[in-house]
C-alpha cells in the first residue's frame, strides 16, 4: 500500500510541477515526466510483487542480524563517494548497488536479474557506450558500482531527489531536516523499512558481511539510524562550504538541463544553501561523540596506511591482511575530470558563503 501511495504521490506532484521550467520545455517535460511516471509504477509493481515473494519463499531473511553497520555520511561533494569506493575494495564490507537501489530491492527479484544477467553478459560492452558524459564528469555511475542506498527510499516515498523535479513538494522538502521534520511513527517505520533492506541484502550476499552505506542524504537521519541500529560507526567527511557549495550547486546541472532548466533556479540555490548549513551543523554537533569520525576532504586525500589502521580501529573492523589493506588504500579514486565550476555562477561570494556559513565551520571539520 505504501508503494501504491508513493507512486501516485509522485503522479501528483509531477503534474503540478510541470510548468514549473516555463511553458516552452513542457513539450519536453510532458512526455518524460510520463515515461519517468510509469516506469517507476511498474517497478513499483515489480518490487511489491518481489516483497510478497520473499516473505513466502526467503522469511529467513528476517533473522538476519544487521551488525553494526558503517555509515559514511557528511557533506555532499566531500570526497563520500571515493572513500566507499575505497572501503567496498574490502570483501569484508558489502555496499547496494545501483541495480540493486533501483531493480532489485527484493531477494527474489535479485535472483531473476542475476539470470538475466548472465544471459545478456556477451551484449555488455554495448551498453558502455552509451554514457551521460555530463553525469560522469560529477558523478560516476555504473549498474554493478557501490551506491547511495537512500535510492531504496523512493519506493516508499521517502527519497529526497523527487524534491528537485517537484520543488513545490514540501514533503520531500522535509527530508533534509529528517529527525526533526518527520513525525517519529513515520520516522521509525521508514527506518524499520529500511532495515528490511539491508537484511535482504545480506541474506542474498552474505550474513558475516558488514554493510557498508554511503549517503550524505542521511546526516539528518543519523538519530534515527542510531536508534534502530545499536552499534553503528559514522564517518563524516566533511570540505570547505565556500568549496561543497559551488561544487553541490554545480551538480545539479545536468539533471537540472534534462528537465529543461537552463540554470539552476536561485530559489534552489538558497533552499540548497539551508539544507547544507542543517548539514554543517549537524556534523558540527557530533564533536564528542564516541560513534562519529570526521574525515575533512584534505585528509582523506592523503590518507596513508596508519591512517587507515586508524580508520579500521574506529570501525571496530578486524585490519584486512597487507596485500588487501593496499588494494583498498589504493582503489581508484572517482575521477570527474572537467568539473569545472565557481560560486560567482550562482552569484555567491566566497566571502558571503564564509559569512553564512561562519556559526558551523570551521568547528565541524574537526569533530573527530
Known amino acids: 500500500m505504501q508503494i501504491l501511495m508513493a507512486w501516485l504521490t509522485l503522479g501528483a506532484q509531477l503534474a503540478r510541477s510541470l510548468p514549473d521550467a516555463g511553458w516552452r520545455p513542457v513539450w519536453w517535460?510532458?512526455?518524460?515526466?510520463?515515461?519517468?511516471?510509469?516506469?517507476?509504477?511498474?517497478?513499483?509493481?515489480?518490487?511489491?510483487?518481489?516483497f510478497l515473494i520473499d516473505d513466502l519463499l526467503f522469511r529467513g531473511y528476517r533473522q538476519v542480524a544487521v551488525r553494526a553497520p558503517v555509515f559514511i555520511v557528511g557533506v555532499p561533494r566531500s570526497g563520500t563517494t571515493h572513500l566507499q569506493r575505497m572501503l567496498a575494495e574490502d570483501p569484508a564490507f558489502t555496499?547496494?548497488?545501483?541495480?540493486?537501489?533501483?531493480?532489485?530491492?527484493?531477494?527474489?527479484?535479485?535472483?531473476v536479474w542475476s539470470f538475466m544477467g548472465r544471459l545478456v553478459r556477451p551484449f555488455r560492452r554495448l551498453g558502455r557506450r552509451w554514457r551521460w558524459a555530463a553525469m560522469d564528469r560529477v558523478h560516476t555511475l555504473g549498474w554493478?558500482?557501490?551506491?547511495?542506498?537512500?535510492?531504496?527510499?523512493?519506493?516508499?516515498?521517502?527519497?529526497?531527489?523527487?524534491?528537485?523535479?517537484?520543488?513545490?513538494?514540501?514533503?520531500?522538502?522535509?527530508?533534509?531536516?529528517?529527525?526533526?521534520?518527520?513525525?517519529?511513527?513515520?520516522?521509525?517505520?521508514?527506518?524499520?523499512?529500511?532495515?528490511?533492506?539491508?537484511?535482504r541484502h545480506l541474506y542474498f550476499h552474505g550474513r558475516h558481511r558488514r554493510v557498508l552505506s554511503k549517503n550524505p542524504s542521511f546526516t539528518p537521519w543519523v538519530d534515527s539510524l542510531r536508534e534502530r541500529f545499536p552499534g553503528a560507526r559514522f564517518i563524516a567527511c566533511v570540505r570547505r562550504p565556500e568549496e561543497a557549495v559551488p561544487s553541490q550547486l554545480s551538480a545539479l546541472r545536468p539533471a537540472l538541463k534534462l528537465l529543461g532548466h537552463r540554470q539552476v533556479d536561485p530559489q534552489l540555490s538558497e533552499r540548497m544553501l539551508?539544507?547544507?548549513?542543517?548539514?554543517?551543523?549537524?556534523?558540527?554537533?557530533?564533536?564528542?561523540?564516541?560513534?562519529?569520525?570526521?574525515?575533512?576532504?584534505?585528509?582523506?586525500?592523503?590518507?596513508?596506511?596508519?591512517?587507515?589502521?586508524?580508520?579500521?580501529?574506529?570501525?571496530?573492523?578486524?585490519?584486512?591482511?597487507?596485500?588487501?589493506?593496499?588494494?583498498?588504500?589504493?582503489?581508484?579514486?572517482?575521477?570527474?575530470?572537467?568539473?569545472?565550476?565557481?560560486?560567482?555562477?550562482?552569484?555567491?561570494?566566497?566571502a558571503r558563503v564564509r559569512y553564512l556559513f561562519a556559526d558551523v565551520w570551521p568547528d565541524a571539520g574537526a569533530c573527530s
Open 274 to 350: 539551508s539544507i547544507l548549513h542543517n548539514y554543517y551543523r549537524r556534523v558540527r554537533g557530533w564533536r564528542a561523540d564516541d560513534d562519529v569520525l570526521c574525515l575533512p576532504l584534505p585528509y582523506l586525500a592523503k590518507m596513508q596506511a596508519p591512517d587507515w589502521q586508524r580508520l579500521y580501529a574506529f570501525a571496530e573492523q578486524p585490519l584486512p591482511p597487507a596485500d588487501a589493506l593496499m588494494t583498498v588504500s589504493g582503489a581508484r579514486r572517482d575521477a570527474r575530470p572537467g568539473h569545472r565550476y565557481s560560486l560567482e555562477e550562482y552569484g555567491l561570494s566566497r
Open 144 to 199: 554493478r558500482e557501490p551506491e547511495e542506498d537512500f535510492l531504496l527510499l523512493l519506493w516508499r516515498g521517502a527519497c529526497f531527489l523527487p524534491a528537485l523535479i517537484c520543488p513545490k513538494a514540501q514533503g520531500y522538502w522535509r527530508l533534509a531536516f529528517f529527525d526533526q521534520s518527520v513525525a517519529e511513527g513515520e520516522r521509525r517505520a521508514l527506518t524499520a523499512y529500511y532495515h528490511a533492506c539491508l537484511q
Open 29 to 50: 517535460r510532458l512526455p518524460l515526466f510520463t515515461l519517468a511516471w510509469l516506469g517507476f509504477g511498474l517497478l513499483a509493481l515489480s518490487h511489491g510483487l518481489g
Open 95 to 111: 555496499s547496494l548497488t545501483l541495480w540493486e537501489c533501483l531493480l532489485a530491492p527484493s531477494i527474489s527479484e535479485r535472483y
